[in-house]
Structures are given as structure tokens and as C-alpha cells.
């Protein structure tokens, strides 16, 4: 499966070299909660592009922004100013209705807390985007999903019934099934211990290496993000640099760069070992 | 933990409130059902102390040792007497007649009447009448009317006669005195007395007088004289007596509605009882949701040192506290209702007196705020009972989806299961005993028990069976689509909760439905009893006789005026005559069988009736068998006909006018039989028919059985109604229980709202699912009430009218069309308010974690 099948044919670049498009962008994204004092810059002017086919890490301290970037590039919130581009898809100038359908076609999710939905089976969790759609399940699709993320023997159970691996690997299968172009996880192995977490990080990786998706995950642990292509590293609402081909090591020390320098100026985070930002 | 259970409730308001609205409902229901008795205890006391006047002191005795008027009146302290006493005398003018109630003038603080125009009557030529009697006799002020009375002759016997007084005055009846006879006429008090006299032949005891306390005498005083003058006492008990008027017409009212009011009481509380329990039911279902929602909270405190007692107190402390908050609202808003609808009588001028304003006596505060606020904490008493078990550890575990689901004892199902089974054997046995075994009351008696008891049991086991059936209609709908499995999927997550809120509503529907079918059944199986007894519609006999006490005919122009009359489709001339048969007499009736079953409501009742054969009613067959030869002999001849017996239980002959007139060539067809329109209305109809017999002067009798079975028809109607309206509450508590339900359980769905919108659930199919669940839980309720309803009005029927014939068990289709409609639209519009608090937070606020 290739990306470009998703690429709307009005997008002009998308045509030319589909690779070279990036799946995500944001430009001058900024989102901003509250008024007057209690007013907090969760996002402050973003520009960032995110590869078609590539696993992308976001890093960055608590609080820094990225839960908000991530909505704000799948359409689940909506921005203060700036534009967020699916494709080409300007995502913040939709309405309700074209949202939905983007999230239903285009977007897939996978939450720290799994939100399975508990009165439904592993099967009928992983199927639930497509028929909300009124779409039908490829067969063949499913079942490479559900035999890669390793479910076959657990399709007829309830989330009750799963460990918390299995169900956000069962989550996992759910943001697949509509074969979107890209998949966000924020804090996917945030509520796993460590064995259980390697295997989803890894079912996210063979998903971009074999299955061809692209994938955008939250994370605050250095190992997981060393499962990334790339890591975004982003400092109070700002993107502060990145790494590529990140090691656990490289990753610890740009988190390392960032917290010393606590950001009095954003741009000097440019220096020591990351690059700015796109 | 006061506190902290007042925090909670604080915080919980929100899901409160629709509990808290059961009970205002419950509880309010009850407060203008106290408020209701006392006012009707109030008007008949009003009415009863109104016909005393201005009256200070009552007199009486028994009419053996009658009171001597004239010695009251001579009493120390009396300034008026008037003896309390009515008759009845007959008012006609032309055709129209009235039945009225009269009175004697009385001193003007003794008389309750009110002149509206012209004045009292003043000597044995003049009267005063109602308003309404006056329209209703289309006479003025001025003109005569006929009264006629009965006069006891030297001999004893009876006679009426007619004198034709002039109206001098009308008539207002301002405190209702004379409600209960439909007002009164008046007469001179001495032409008063002259009747009663004539109507005895001697003159009449007075038992009762009213008397008026001079300006200045002492109350005390008179009374101890006027006990003095009759040598009685100052209490009733014994006689003569003599008493306050207030004394009297509380004891007088006491007498007239002892048990009435009770019965009226017991009747109207009965359904605040149902409404109480479904109420009952939608509180229990809260307190359930909100156990379970805070059971993170609850496992918390018992953490930090709460015991179990502690937590289960503190749950039914908060039910405490809702319930008296919402039983003092509900009494508030009772008292308000009841107030109002007296202003609105008062501003539609209902004929009755009504008081002005409800009386507050504590009954009606205190027992709705305790039965309110009973019920309320024992509906609490189970989820308490759950809150206790909530384990600390249960605050360690990461926050799971809150489900009540608890494995129910095995008592339960057993018992409820016996329950329905003996009970529907019974009902069954019910039915039998009234259709087969003739026996209506012990039938009705075994229905009721078994219903009772089958009711009870499939309430209390629906919580086992209602899911399924929930489960199945699931599955049905869920074909339709994602949206429809989801919700469908929902409605089965919490079974207890589903069937809590379905049983609510299938109580309130079963007995809707209930009452409607046994009231179709009951109306076609009297209907179909009345055409058995009535045939035809309406019968018009003529009055007037000829020399040797035949009955004349109809006239000619008046059979054409009657036929012309709206809504009559049909008529058949009747030839009544009298032969002899072998040792005896035969009373034969000949009609026309083509013209008569036109008319009759039952044409094959004339089934056999041909030239040459006479069709014997059963009453009147005697040893006459199908085929014998029945010799019949006239003025004019001996015929020979041939028997065929009639199965109706009739005491006619039938024969054919032809046949008739071999064996009696002049008999003139003294009635005619009319047929009307089903679709015009029989009263008007008949009242029409009665005009023009009235007009043409003719003395001719209009019996219009159509008229009396839409008076039937219309008291079926009326009781229906008032039922049905008092069931409306109940199923109204558990149609917001149904809304409660719903909102609760988006309240607590909300990740899951939101995480389904987050994979592209539209708005339109979040606010689908909803409904469809709505849909469900009211669907289920509504369709197994209906089904319950129609057995138990049919067994019901059948139980009660089984000895009246066959029992024609019949659906009332628009009545169960109308109660399914309503419950699903309400179903659906429950689903509104919800759907809405779960559009409005954002996915990403909802997906937050708490
Ligand atoms: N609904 C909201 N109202 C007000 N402020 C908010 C809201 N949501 C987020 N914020 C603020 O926006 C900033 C960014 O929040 P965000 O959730 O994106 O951080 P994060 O990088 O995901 O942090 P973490 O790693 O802890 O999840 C924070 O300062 C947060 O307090
Ligand atoms: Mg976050």
C-alpha cells in the first residue's frame, strides 16, 4: 500500500514526487487557552512538516504542547490561527461534518488509555471505523493486521478480557483498518511496562517499514523514540529541534540540551547536537 | 461525612434533578389528591350548611313528636323560623316537562334562593323558578306554567292536579342549597303547606326548622330556651334537639359522604401509588448510576478510615435530603395546581360552588413529605446496600468503566418466577370461573388476585428476562447499521439499569392498556348485550287510544316527518295485536321483513320469518316446537302457521303483516321503529325524533335506546378517561425516568463518546445512536406493557362480563397505537437533551484524563 493512494487528485505537489510531500504539516500553528492573565501559549506559531511513510517522534517536557499539536493536526481541536495540512487538506478550515470524514478516511488514533469500547469484541473494536463509515472490512487487510499486531486468538474477546498490550495493540489495529494516511499515537506505551511497550512500538514500526503507513507518536521515554525515524523535540509551544536516526543516547541528550537550557530564548536550542526545526 | 455527602450532592445536582422531578411529580399527585377530598368534604358541607341561610340554630325532631313552628317562633331570642323541607312537583310546559325539586318561602336571612329577576312568589297563583328550569321550559317572567301534583283523595287514592301558576320570579342558587336536586322552585309558604296537606290528607310534620337569633339575644341562651320549648336536648343524639347550624351541616355532611370520600380516597390514591412506585424505581436506578460512578470516590474514603456504615449512611442520607426537598416541592406545586384549577372552574363558572381557595391542613403537607421522602430512601436502600460493598482497593485500580452488574441471589428468580406462574394460573382460573362457570364475582376476585400477583412477579424478575427481550429487539434493530449496534450494544451494558427503566415504563403502559381493553371489551360485549335486549334504535309508540283502548296509528305526516328527521336511515311500521291461540292468548307483532331488517341492529334475529310462519320468541314458546302448526284465531279468520322457535330470549311473536291481517284486517301500526345513522350522534338524534313528536302534537312515547347506549358509551368513555388521566402521571414519572437513564449514562460514557467521535462517529449518528437507545429502552416497555395489558384487560373482561353472554375480546387499536406512539416519541425525545451534553464537549476535553 502506498501512500499516495490517499492523495487527493487536487493536490497539485502531490502529483509530481509523492515521497517528497510531506503527510503533515503545520504552518504558524498556534493555539492559545484562556484570556488575560490565565492566558497560556499552548502552541506558539508551529511550522513543522512530518515525512509520508516515516515513524516521527514528538518529544519535549510536560506541558510543552504536544497533545495540542497532535489534535490540532488530526482535527480533534480546533486552532487560534495558523493552518494545519493534511495532504493538502487545509484541516482547520473544515467544518464538523468534512472533519468526521477526515477522521473516519484519513486520520487513524491510538490513545495512552486504549479507549476500547468494552461492550464490543477485540474484532468488532478493530472493524468499528469502517462500518461507522458504512464501509465494508478488506478481508485481506485485516487479517494482515491482526495476524502482524499478533491478535488472531483474541479477536472474540472483550477489552475486560486483554491485557493492556494486547488491547493497544487491538487500538493499534482499529487506527489501521480504514488504511489511513497517517496514524497519531500519543503515549501509546504510556500505560505499559516496558516488555508490553516494545512490542507496540515495534507493531508501530513494522506498520511504516512493511505496511507502508506513516506514523506520528507522543512520547516522553528516550527508548521508544529511538524506535522513531525521527524525533521532534518541542519547548514551550515551539518546536526546538530535531534528530534523526535517533539512539536512546542522542535522544537523552537533546531532552538534556533543552531542560538546561529552559528556553530564555528559543532559538539558542538550535545549538548542541540538534538541528531547528523545518 | 455530612459534608462530605453534601459536597456530593452539590457536585451530583445535575443527576439528581430527574429523580427529584419523579418524586415532585409523586408527591404532588398526592398533595392535590388530599387537596381534592378535602374540597369536595368543603362543598358538601357548604352546600349542606347553605340550605340554613343566615340560620343560628338548628331544630329537630322526629315525625312522630313533630316540631310546633309557631311555638319556636314565640321563643325568647328567636327573630325567624323556617321549617327545612322540600317536594317535588311536575313543571311542563307544552312538550317539555321538568321533574323539579320546591321549596316554601322562607323570612329572607332563612332563604338561600337569590332573586335574579322579578321577585318571590306571594300568593297560591304565582311561583319562582331556577334560571336553568325557566330555559329549559322556554317560559319568562310572566308567563304560566302547568304543575302538577299529587292529591290524596277522601277515599285514599291518587290523583294528579294540574294548576297553572304564573312565573313571577327567577331563581339563582348562589351557594349551591340545592345543588344536589338540581335546584329549586319556590312556592307561598302557605301554598306550600296546603299541598303538602292535600298530597298526605293531613297536615305534614315538620322535623326540621332553621332559626334566626334576634339582634343582641345570646346564642346560648335561645338555645337552652329553644331546648327548652321542644323539652329536648342541645346534641342530636337524642331527639328533639336543637344545635349550632355549623354542628348540623358537618354532622349532615358527615352522614352524606361517610365512606363516599374514602371510597374516592382510596380510589385516586391508588394510582398516586403506582405513580409513587414507579417513581420509586426511576430513584432507585440513580442512585444505582451514582454509586457506581463514585465508586472511586467511596473506595477512596474507605481508604482514609470510612466504614461500611458510614458510606451507606451517607447514600441514604442524600436520599433523604432529595427526598424532602423535592416532596416539600412537590407539595408546593400540588397546593399551586390545585388552586389553579379552582380559579379555572371559577373562571369557567361551573354550576357547583367550589370554595375559593384550598385548605392546607397539615395532612396534606405532612403525609406527601413523609411518603415522599420514604420512598425515596427506601428506593436508596439497595444501591446503599451496594456502596457498602465497594472495596478500598477499589480506589487503587486504574479507573474502569463503572458497571453494576451484580449476580442477583437465587431466591429471586424463583419467586418471581412462582409468582408470575400462579399468578397467571389464577388469572386464567379468573376467567374460566366468570366465562364458563357463571361466576363474575369469584372470577373478578381470582383475576384480580392473580393479576396482582403475575404482575408482581414479572416486574420483580424483569431484571432477568427484560434484557433478553431487550437483547432480541436489539438485534432486530441492529441490522439497520453501525449506529443502531452500538446502541443496542449500549442498552445491554447495564441490564439492571435497562430493565429498571423498561419495567417503570411497562408498569405505567400495562395498565393504560389494561384499562383501555377492558373498557373496548367491556363496551362491545355490552353493546352487543344491549342490541340482544333493545333491537332496534329507536322505537316510537304512539299515546292515544281509540274507544275500546286500542292504540291509534302513527299518523301519516308524522311517519314522514320522523323518517325525514337527520340521521334516520330506515324505518319499519309495527302492528301490535292480540288472538287467541288454543287455550290462551297470543300477542302478535307483524312487521314488514324487508323494511325490518333495515332497522333492526340484528337482522338475523328475523331469520325464518316468512308468509305462512310465526316466529316464536323463546320467552314465549312454551311446549312449541320448530315445525309444530300454531292455530291462531282473530275477528276475521283462523290461520294456521307454521312455528320456527327464535333464538333470542324475546317475548314476541313475529308474523307477517299479511298473516295478520287474515286473522285481523284492521290493526293500525300503533309504532314505528327507526334505524339511525352510526355515524350521527344518538342523543342529538333522539332529541331530534323527540321534537317532532313533541310538535305535531301527537301523543306518541320516543324510547331511544340509541340515546342510552351513547349514554353508556359515554360514562365507559368518561371512567375511562379519568383512569387513563391518572395512569398518565405514572407513565409521564417513568418516561423521564426513561430520559434519566439515558443522560445519566452519557454522563458517564463521555471518553467513550468522545473516542467514538475521535474514530469518525458523525454528530448526526452520535445524536442516532442515542435516540436509537432511547428507542430501545421505550420500545421494549411500551411494546411488553401493550401485550401484558391486553391479557390482563381480556382475562379481566372475561372474568367480569363472562355472564352476560359471550365475551367479544377486542383490541383498541388506537388506543395501543396512541400509547406505543407516545412512549417511542418520548423515547426519542429523551434522547435529545443527552444527545446534546454529549455534542458539546469537545474530543479532545472528554478525552482528557480526569
Ligand atoms: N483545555 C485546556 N485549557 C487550558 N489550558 C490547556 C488546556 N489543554 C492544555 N492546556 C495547556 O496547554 C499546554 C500544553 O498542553 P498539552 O496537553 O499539549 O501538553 P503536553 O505536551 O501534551 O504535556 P504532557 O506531556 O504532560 O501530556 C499546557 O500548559 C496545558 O496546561
Ligand atoms: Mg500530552
Redo the contacts between chains.
Sequence with gaps: MDTTVFVPVDDATGAAAPDATPAVRARALTKTYGRGQAQVHALDGVDVDFDAGRFTAIMGPSGSGKSTLMHLLAGLDSATSGQAFLGSTDVTALGDKALTRLRRDRVGFVFQQFNLLPMFTAEQNITLPVELAGGSVDRAWFDTLVTTLGLSQRLTHRPSELSGGQQQRVAIARALIAQPEVVFADEPTGNLDSRAGVEVLSFLRRSVRELGRTVIMVTHDPTAAAYADRVVLIADGRIAGEISDPTPEAVLAGLDALRSLEAPVAGTAADGGTRAGA | MLRITLAQMRRSAGRLTAAGVAIVIGTAFVAATLLASGVITRMTYDSIAAQYGDADLVVGASEDAPLDVDALATTDGVAAVAPVTSTYAQLTDGARSVYQSVVPTADDRLMPLEVTEGGMPAGPDEIALPTDVAERLDVAVGDTVDVGRDVVGDDGSWQQVTETPTVVGLLDDPFGAYSQTGGAAVVDASTYTTWQTEARGEPAPVTEAAVVVADGADLSATRSALAGTIGGATSTDSSPWVVTTDERAAESAAELTDGQDLMFLVFVLTFAAIALVVAGLVIANTFQVLVAQRARTLALLRCVGADKAQVGRGVLVEAGILGLIASVAGVLLGTALGQAALWVAHAMDVPVPLPDTVTLTWQVVVIPVLVGTLVTVGAAVVPARVATRVAPLAALR?A??PSTSRRAGKVRPVLSLLAAVVGFALLGGGAALGTLGQEPTLGLLAGIAGGALSFVGVAVGAVFWLPKVAAAAGRLVGAS???A??AA??T??NPRRTATTSTALLIGVTLVAMMSTGAASARVSLTAALDEQFPVDVMVASTSWDADGAPAAIPADLRAELVAVDGVTAAVDVQDSVVAEPGGQRRLTAVDTGDARAVLNSPQRLDGLTEGTALVGSDVAGNLDDGDSLELTGPDGVVSLAVVLSDSASSSTFVTPADLARLDADVPASEVYLALDDDVDAVDAVGAIQDVVADSGESAQVTGIASQRAMFDQVIDTMLGIVLGLLAVAVVIALIGVANTLSLSVLERR??SA?????????A?LRGMLAVEGLLIAGVGAVLGVVLGLVYGWAGAAAALGVMGDVTLSVPWRDVVLVLLVALLAGLVASVAPARTALKA???EA?A?E
Design positions: 486504574p474502569a468503566s447499521g453501525p449506529t449496534r452500538l450494544a449500549n445491554l451494558r471518553r467513550e473516542t467514538l467521535r475521535a474514530i469518525g462517529l458523525s454528530r449518528q469537545s474530543p479532545v478525552l484524563t
